[in-house]
């Protein structure tokens, strides 16, 4: 049950260094939380430069043809798949 109040922090470093070391249970009651979706945000990218061999890349391509979809999506596609996978 949440009774502690929250502190003000004076940046998100102070923030995010608090809760590494406090369980925000003591803080908020969760069992009132709800669950909400935030449809219209978008996940920040970050641009990289990637080299692939020639092959690689035109396997790729001939891939996401197949499936209609840009080949650097199907690329993210693969990523994430195997990225899930890893971390499970």
């Known amino acids: 049950m949440a009774n502690k109040q929250i502190p003000k922090f004076k940046n998100e470093d102070d923030e995010r260094k608090f ?12 069992s009132n939380a709800k ?8 996940p920040s990218v ?8 020639e092959a690689m890349l035109e396997e790729l ?20 798949e195997r990225i899930e996978k890893e971390l499970s």
């Open 19 to 30: 809760w590494e070391t406090h369980d925000s249970t003591e803080f908020i009651n969760w």
């Open 35 to 42: 669950k909400i979706t935030f449809s219209k945000l978008k």
């Open 46 to 53: 970050k641009k990289i430069s990637l080299r692939l061999p």
């Open 61 to 80: 391509k001939l891939l996401a043809n197949k499936r209609d979809v840009p080949y650097q999506s199907l690329l993210k596609i693969f990523l994430a």
